[in-house]
Each structure stands twice: as C-alpha cells, then as structure tokens.
C-alpha cells in the first residue's frame, strides 16, 4: 500500500521511526459493538491501558476512503458518534477506498492495515472462526485465511464461543497459525476462561511471547499471524452453566426462524446480551481489557524497542 493510501498519525508514526512499541486496535467494537455514549468512553479507556502499559495505541479506521492507522480525538469520537459508519473486513478495504467510504475496521482489515503500517502486535476481544454447522454451510471468518498470510501478533481471548471451537482450532493448525496460550493449557472461551479445547504450547510472561516472535523471523518462511489466546479472569468470566443454557436456547430460536448466513452471529451475540442481562458484554469487555493491555506489554518487551 502506498505512503499517500495510508494514514498514520503523527504520533504512530513518531513511534514506529524511533522503534517505539505500538499496539494496533480494531474499531468495530467502538462503532458496533458497543452502545453509546459507553462505546467512546471504552475506546478512550482502551487506548489509556495501551499506553499504561508503555505503548503508543493505533486505533485502526477508515474516514472518508482512506485508512487511518491511529485516530486524533475527533476522528475517534466520528467513528463512535456517526451513523453512516459501515463495518469493513479485509475483503471491503478497496471498494471503500475507491468510494470515499468510512468504515469501523474488523479483526481482518485491522491485522491487514496495521501490518502493512509496520506495526506488530494488535490486541482484540475474540477472533472469528469456522462456524456451527460448517459441513452444510462451509461458512468460516475471513480472519482465518488474512492471518495465514499476515505477520502479526494477535492477543485474543480465543474465539467467538458461539462458534465451532474444535473446528477452528483446526484449522488454524491446517493453515499453519501458531497459538500460544498465556498463562493456560487451555483455549479461552471468549465469554470464558476456558473452552475445554488443549493448547500446544503456553507462555507466562510477555518476554517469552517476544522470545517466540523473534523466533518466527529468525526462521522467515510463511508470513503467518501468532495467537497469543489470553483468557479472561474466572471472576470475570461469564457463568458457565448460564452461557451454555443461554447459547442453546438462542441456536434453537435460530433455526427455528430460519436465520442462516452473515445474519447468524450477529443475532445470537444479541441473544448472549439480552438474555444474560448484558453479563456477556461485561465478560467481554474485561476480556478485551486484558488483551489490551498484555498486548502493550508485549510490543513492549521486544528486543530493539526504545523504552
């Protein structure tokens, strides 16, 4: 992508010249997944834990058909405040270009952005996956297949658990995305600590996290992502028996009004919130925290990064 085609801000671009950790974040949750006015307030709050953790936040957007990667404070309040705000994946990057567009960036356009910007470690909520169902409908999250060819690390709390949890992790392993669980033997649940589903490899601090990225370009080959799946506190996770009865329910009404396609994870996320009382977006947004700031812990520890 050229110099005039992307946007970095004064201060991420001061950082990256002086070799200074940035952390990229997504802007969907602030512009979709959040409502308002709560949905600034996490952004501004997302972006003060980058920094407590001695890192320069890059919050990633489109205004008006060109990529922002880090947003002053009007832009960041345009994109939680504007209606007209679309949500772009990686697929939905040039044709927004091409007409001028503003979109909120998704995990995919995110990693794609932030890594052709130079930046390295992007902290989120949960990924997407293969979903439910997948030998009838072989829907799976453009996430997948952008970070098998994207060199970048990614602190997750896993993915969505309205997904197929065993299937995704396979497929990760097919396409040769390397996780590391943090401080776990177990794959985070998104909502929960855990899925059930084992981890190959786990890590407990941020310099082995760094140890492992150093290690992937010392061996160059494929350009894939690291998943660093960090799970949320147990206290702070959402009840286990109440996920489970809730999500069953919610796929049930599902395939009984005939909800099918991109429609599908948008209404039972709806159904996870309203039916556990707005729990989930708690569990959420604390596991979002904790990513964010891991994230800035690890862009930190790297060899070479000024302090």
Not at 61 to 74: E, F, N, Q, S, T
Not at 99 to 116: D, K, Y
Not at 130 to 148: I, M, P
Not at 191 to 209: F, H, K, M, Q
Request: contains cysteine; negative net charge; glycine residues 10%.
């Amino acid at each position: 992508m050229s110099e005039t085609a992307l946007h970095l801000s004064p201060e991420v671009r001061e950082a990256l010249a002086a070799r200074r950790p940035v952390v990229a974040l997504e802007s969907t949750i602030i512009a979709h997944g959040l409502p308002r006015p709560r949905n600034l307030a996490v952004a501004r709050e997302l972006e003060a834990l980058v920094r407590s953790g001695g890192a320069v936040p890059a919050t990633v957007a489109v205004l008006d058909g060109r990529p922002c990667v880090g947003l002053a404070k009007d832009q960041l309040e345009r994109v939680a405040e504007d209606d007209s705000v679309r949500k772009l994946g990686h697929r939905d990057l040039a044709p927004a270009l091409a007409a001028g567009a503003s979109g909120a960036t998704t995990v995919s356009a995110t990693a794609f952005l932030a890594a052709r910007a130079g930046i390295r470690v992007f902290a989120t909520g949960g990924l997407g996956g293969v979903h439910r169902g997948w030998t009838e409908t072989q829907d799976e999250s453009a996430d997948l297949r952008l970070l098998a060819r994207t060199r970048i690390t990614v602190v997750c709390a896993g993915v969505k658990s309205i997904l197929d949890v065993p299937a995704t992790l396979q497929r990760l392993e097919t396409l040769g995305v390397g996780i590391l669980g943090y401080g776990t033997d177990r794959f985070p649940g998104f909502y929960l600590a855990s899925s059930g589903e084992p981890v190959d490899w786990t890590v407990g601090t941020p310099e082995e996290v760094a140890a492992v990225m150093a290690a992937q370009d010392a061996l160059g080959g494929p350009e894939t992502a690291l998943l660093v799946a960090n799970p949320v506190p147990e206290e702070l996770q959402l009840d286990p028996a109440l996920h489970d009865r809730v999500l069953a329910e919610a796929l049930d009404d599902c395939r009984d009004r005939g909800i099918t396609g991109q429609a599908v994870t948008p209404f039972l996320l709806d159904q996870l919130m309203r039916r556990t009382g707005g729990a989930s977006l708690e569990a959420n947004l604390a596991a979002v925290r904790g990513n964010v700031l891991l994230a800035a812990r690890i862009a930190a520890a790297r060899p070479g990064t000024a302090r």
